[in-house]
């Protein structure tokens, strides 16, 4: 049994079937693509793995409980993260105070920023944000105003608030979009970092191929909703089922 296990997952929308019998297990520790072509139900999967979402009928569970229905506080409590694919930071706050803020997160899901003086003398809390910014290569960026930072390094921030939390599962929604084929390699690097540390799962929904095949332990292709293809990634590539379902025609 997987960490994170998607049983018979069914979504309707309308007249629309964006999810049909999706079934997934999700091994510990490893890196989990989802791949497939637009439309194909990759974005309404993510939603279900973090309750924004809830199946027409199915299950989805991580570590033996049910995230379906689940607040984001409750599910970040679970210890599931996500990075979406426009970065998600506090604009107006200096790159450690978006640091701090889930660092100071309450049970109850509100947060609370204390007063600097305050903040002063918490130094695990302190010596925590550092920490999370040193790993993603941040440190020296910590004065700046977030929103003034370039999409890459928006990102990398976004993963250093993630990773504050120290989520056993984390979730990434197309994390190189947009970027610069120089931010798209320092991004795989990083998670190449954090997947070497060990103790946290991925997974990935990602268009970018070099991304995919860089970094993952196994492959799911969805095509219209449904899972197609699942192997390790030697096996995905140039199988006849994607090309078809990539293509539009089937490999000869």
Known sequence: MGIL???????????LQALGNVNLSVTENTVHAIIGPNGAGKSTLLNCLV???IPDTG????DGQSVLGR?????NQMGISR??????????????????IPCFAKRDGAYRLHAFETIAAETDILGKAEKMLRDVNMWDKREMHAGALSRGDKRRL?????????????LLD????????????NTIDLLKEIKSR????????????????????RITVLAQGSPLVEDVPENIKGHPKVKEAYLGEAAH
């Open 158 to 170: 976004e993963m250093a608030m993630c990773l504050s939390q120290s989520p056993k599962l984390l």
């Open 5 to 15: 296990e998607v049983k018979g997952v069914n979504k309707r929308f309308g007249g």
């Open 51 to 53: 309750g924004k979402l």
């Open 71 to 75: 607040k984001p506080h409750e599910i």
């Open 83 to 100: 990075v979406f694919q426009t970065p998600e930071i506090f604009a107006d706050l200096s790159v450690f105070e978006n640091v701090l």
């Open 59 to 62: 299950s989805v569970l991580f």
């Open 198 to 217: 060990g103790n946290i799962t991925m997974v990935i929904i990602e268009h970018d191929m070099h991304v995919v095949f860089s970094l993952a332990d």
């Open 174 to 185: 197309e994390p190189t979009a947009g970027m610069a084929r120089a931010d798209t390699n």
